[in-house]
């Protein structure tokens, strides 16, 4: 079971899994990898994940995305194929490393022309945009001390009606559990809260995986 999955017994996760539209060769050698790196490779997004991504861009046609936060290459995949043939995905990372095996995954995928990889702080990525650079969608899968900073340079960014997807909004259930006070959690529940409160989204968050909050832009 993937441990981003708490909220589900094995036999339910797979049952999930069975029913749900499964890896495909390219994405299937492309998590087999990324395990191989140890418990770092947990950053990954679940599987499940990825499948709502890339149906969520196809529904909303999206056509400009941005991701913070990459590691190997997996969630930019699942956005990539969703895309139109003139559609664009910018992905903010730091990590040379793990980056560089997602592009040779995007590149047997056949989505590496629609991928821009930039390496540096995320922040400073987004600042440096020209004023009207807009997206349709964004995910946030990085450090979460920043979350909200994220967010705050995304929402001005994002077209009327864009979405915004943010990664491990439960944290493994340790957003209500009083005795967790480590900086991430703490930073979390700052965010959520922020979030469920803030009149320029409509935000729900959704047990899927560790938690994924889906915002949208209010027009």
């Known amino acids: 079971m993937s441990p981003k999955s708490f909220l589900l017994t094995s036999d339910v996760h797979d049952y999930l899994l069975a029913s749900s539209t499964r890896p495909d060769a390219v994405q299937h050698d492309l998590i087999a990898e990324t395990a191989t790196l140890g418990g770092i490779s947990g950053m990954q997004i679940a599987p499940e994940q990825g499948v709502f991504l890339t149906l969520l861009c196809q529904a909303a046609g999206v056509r400009r995305a941005v991701e913070i936060g990459t590691f190997t290459g997996y969630s930019a995949l699942c956005i990539a194929r969703a895309l139109p043939a003139d559609g664009t995905l910018l992905c903010c990372d730091v990590s040379e490393e793990w980056t560089s095996v997602g592009r040779r995954y995007w590149e047997r995928a056949g989505v590496a022309g629609a991928i821009t990889l930039t390496l540096g702080p ?46 491990n909004t439960l944290w493994s259930g340790r957003v209500v559990d009083p005795d967790a006070h480590d900086p991430d959690t703490d930073a979390i529940r700052a965010f959520n809260a922020h979030v469920a409160a803030d009149p320029r989204t409509d935000t729900v968050l959704l047990p899927i995986g560790d938690g994924l909050t889906l915002c949208r832009v209010t027009p």
Not at 150 to 165: D, F, K, N
């Open 122 to 167: 995320a922040l400073e990525t987004l600042r440096a945009l020209p004023a009207g650079a807009t997206f349709d969608l964004a995910f946030i899968d990085a450090d979460k001390p920043s979350y909200l900073a994220y967010y705050e340079e995304l929402v001005p960014r994002l077209s009327p009606g864009g979405l915004i997807l943010v990664d």
